[in-house]
């Protein structure tokens, strides 16, 4: 799967964790980086290589939003994956996309074809 994209994981749900890990994998990337509370979040998005990062919202109680200004900081692309909608976020995260839990397979795919639309025209079938 070396054409596929490499992710960076932020949930603190393990059981969701996996199967986010596995929908990736279903859809020809890898996962790079994981973590489940926003200490480990923030050191793995300036340290980890990853081409985008799927963050929760809220982790164990504390919002995700420090480690999205980090790998904002970086210039990777990001989205949210949350029982909670763009409200919790401050404004400038906002325009960011964010799957709504339950997330399906078909609506993980769909946000990463629009933001990497040539990666995924390459990719086999």
Known sequence: MAGGLS???????????????DMVAELGHHVVAEADNVRDAS?????????FAILDINLKG??????????????????????????LLPSLLRRRPIL???????????????LFPDVIARLPL
Do not use: H, N
């Open 7 to 21: 992710v960076f994981l932020v949930e603190d749900e393990a059981l969701i964790r996996m199967m986010l890990a």
């Open 43 to 51: 050191a793995f998005a300036m340290t980890a290589q990853y081409d």
């Open 62 to 87: 504390l919002y995700v939003d420090p480690v999205a200004d980090l790998i904002e900081r970086r210039g990777k692309p990001f989205l949210f994956a949350s029982g909670y909608g763009p409200e």
């Open 100 to 114: 709504r839990k339950p997330i399906s397979l078909d609506q993980l795919k769909a946000i990463i074809d629009t």
